[in-house]
């Protein structure tokens, strides 16, 4: 499998290949990181969700995000739960929205102050 790795500007081409005894084995990185986003694309691929929640009595909404990436099959559950959610003021950057969202783990937090 070719993919272009996106953690650094360099955009590494990587090939990324998995044996029938589970072995992978990744190519065209020129850093560690690029090895590791690789192994991690193929077998369990994450994204950082990010996005915006109801703040009740007010029409700006707050920016919130995963704390960490969450699993790609999980990206739907986690921005289901935004749309529900609505919060109270007031919030500061980091205050945990919903724990444990979409049952990932990963709590979803406010990027900003309001």
Known sequence: M????????????LDVE???????????HTCPR??????SELVNPTRMVTGLVRVAGMRK???VKTRTAV???KIDA??????QATVQLPIRIGDVIIP?????GVD???TANM
């Open 108 to 110: 979803l937090v406010a």
């Open 78 to 83: 986690v921005l289901f739960a935004m749309h």
């Open 34 to 39: 690029g090895e590791a986003y690789g192994r």
């Open 100 to 104: 444990n969202v979409a049952e990932t």
């Open 2 to 13: 070719k993919m272009i790795c996106i953690n650094c500007p360099k955009g590494c081409e």
């Open 61 to 63: 909404p707050l920016p």
């Open 71 to 73: 699993p790609k099959g």
């Open 18 to 28: 998995q044996a029938a005894d589970g072995t992978v084995t990744v190519t065209g």
